[in-house]
């Protein structure tokens, strides 16, 4: 499993890189730039193969992100259909994203004399960058589908 994942990230880098504006993808080819490095030496190695295996959680959380995009943009922003999956999405994000990174990060810190300096330093550095991202991201999609601007509500009366 876990050495199908950096193929499978590798593909959507491509992907983007050839089909999408480098201003409109760049934190996610970032994002998959770093899970290509970390999951590339878990599998290399073959160490760290189940703490990679638990950063895949993470990805439980994607279907709904992604469910979200296309329901976005099918317009179906005002339905039943968006406003339930904005709550399963909130849902798995807080268990799948911010709970699963909260809980490497600890096993990092508290496993840190057990792990080779190069492997602890690309795993500190992975999860900098990851958490701030994930938590970006939250962030946006509270503001978004959660707490609207009153500049936000006025434009959708206008519509």
């Not at 970032?30 to 993470?58: E, R």
């Not at 994203?97 to 330093?121: E, S």
Request: net charge positive.
């Amino acid at each position: 499993m876990a050495s199908l994942f950096p193929g499978y990230f590798l593909e959507d880098f491509v992907d983007m890189l050839c089909n999408q504006k480098l201003h409109q993808s760049w934190e996610l080819l970032f994002h998959h730039s770093v899970v290509i490095v970390c999951f590339g030496i878990a599998v290399l190695l073959h160490q760290y193969v189940g703490f990679a295996l638990v950063a895949l959680l993470v990805e439980i959380n994607s279907i709904f992100l992604h469910l979200r995009q296309i329901l976005l943009m099918a317009n179906l922003v005002h339905t039943t259909c968006y406003r339930l999956n904005s709550i399963i999405n909130l849902g798995t994000y807080m268990v799948f994203r911010i709970a699963t990174l909260t809980w490497m990060a600890r096993w990092l810190f508290l496993n840190r004399g057990n792990v080779p300096p190069a492997t602890y330093a690309v795993g500190t550095v992975g999860m900098a960058i990851m958490t701030p991202m994930n938590i970006i991201l939250l962030y946006r999609l509270l503001r978004s589908d959660f707490f609207k601007s009153s500049r936000d509500v006025q434009q959708e009366k206008e519509q």
